[in-house]
């Protein structure tokens, strides 16, 4: 008499396929969902982050960061400073931040590009001007000194100037000014020591464009 062997207890995946085909779809989807939200919970939902507002601020404001107290007090459009040497490109006029800057660290701050206060304002929304477009120079109103050192704690008028196309703005129109601030790198390069780097943005100055033609008193 021939004996049939017993069959092999099913496997792990037969016997989930069985039990699946037993639960209904809805279920299935349901038991899924739940997963998932119970997965994102603890990153926040499925719901978007709210994107934060940058703060605010009007003309002659101060914006305090780890390194500089900057206060934008008005946008200028002016053809140039030629008794300065500073003049525009042929279909050009220039944009000018005047600014009040105090260093607040403990050593002088260059008002140089890269690494100096230049980096720390940038014109928003303006034609032919990104967050990428350094200033063309940055000057002292006192003496029209290019690449000033800022002493600590000594408040100074800077002119933040940008070459602008002639019909990029006019008189009275609003204009947006992106505040930077800094972090602070305690291991620099022996070149620089310790160091402000990786500007980003802080707050947004929002003032009108006052243009003063070939300017003398204006």
Same mark, same amino acid.
């Given at each position: 008499?021939?004996?049939?062997?017993?069959?092999?207890?099913?496997? &792990?995946?037969? #016997?989930?396929?069985?039990?699946?085909?037993?639960?209904?779809?809805?279920?299935?989807?349901?038991?899924?969902?739940?997963?998932?939200?119970?997965?994102?919970?603890?990153?926040?939902?499925?719901? /978007?982050?709210?994107?934060?507002?940058?703060?605010?601020?009007?003309?002659?404001?101060?914006?305090?960061?780890?390194?500089?107290? +900057?206060?934008?007090?008005?946008?200028?459009?002016?053809?140039?400073?030629?008794?300065?040497? +500073?003049?525009?490109?042929?279909?050009?006029?220039?944009?000018?931040?005047?600014?009040?800057?105090?260093?607040?660290?403990?050593?002088?701050?260059?008002?140089?590009?890269?690494?100096?206060?230049?980096?720390?304002?940038?014109?928003?929304?303006?034609?032919?001007?990104?967050?990428?477009?350094?200033?063309?120079?940055?000057? &002292?109103?006192?003496?029209?000194?290019?690449?000033?050192?800022?002493?600590?704690? &000594?408040?100074?008028?800077?002119?933040? +100037?940008?070459?602008?196309?002639?019909?990029?703005?006019?008189? /009275? /129109?609003?204009?947006? &000014?992106?505040?930077?601030?800094?972090?602070?790198?305690?291991?620099?390069?022996?070149?620089?020591?310790? #160091?402000?780097?990786?500007?980003?943005?802080?707050?947004?100055?929002?003032?009108?464009?006052?243009?003063?033609?070939?300017?003398?008193?204006?």
């Amino acid at each position: 008499m021939t004996t049939t062997p017993p069959a092999p207890p099913p496997t &792990v995946r037969a #016997r989930a396929k069985a039990l699946g085909e037993k639960v209904p779809t809805k279920y299935v989807v349901t038991g899924l969902t739940g997963v998932v939200l119970l997965a994102t919970a603890g990153f926040g939902g499925l719901a /978007d982050a709210p994107a934060t507002a940058l703060p605010a601020v009007g003309a002659g404001e101060s914006v305090t960061g780890a390194q500089l107290r +900057i206060a934008v007090e008005r946008a200028v459009l002016i053809d140039g400073f030629p008794e300065q040497h +500073i003049v525009p490109d042929p279909g050009n006029r220039l944009l000018v931040l005047v600014t009040e800057v105090e260093n607040l660290t403990d050593v002088p701050v260059s008002t140089s590009n890269e690494l100096g206060a230049a980096d720390n304002l940038r014109p928003v929304g303006v034609p032919g001007l990104d967050a990428a477009s350094e200033p063309f120079t940055v000057v &002292v109103l006192d003496d029209a000194a290019a690449l000033a050192e800022l002493q600590p704690r &000594v408040p100074v008028e800077l002119a933040y +100037i940008w070459q602008v196309a002639d019909d990029a703005l006019a008189a /009275d /129109d609003p204009i947006e &000014v992106d505040v930077y601030d800094k972090t602070y790198r305690a291991e620099g390069f022996v070149t620089y020591g310790a #160091r402000y780097e990786n500007p980003f943005v802080t707050a947004r100055a929002e003032l009108e464009v006052d243009d003063v033609g070939a300017g003398g008193d204006g």
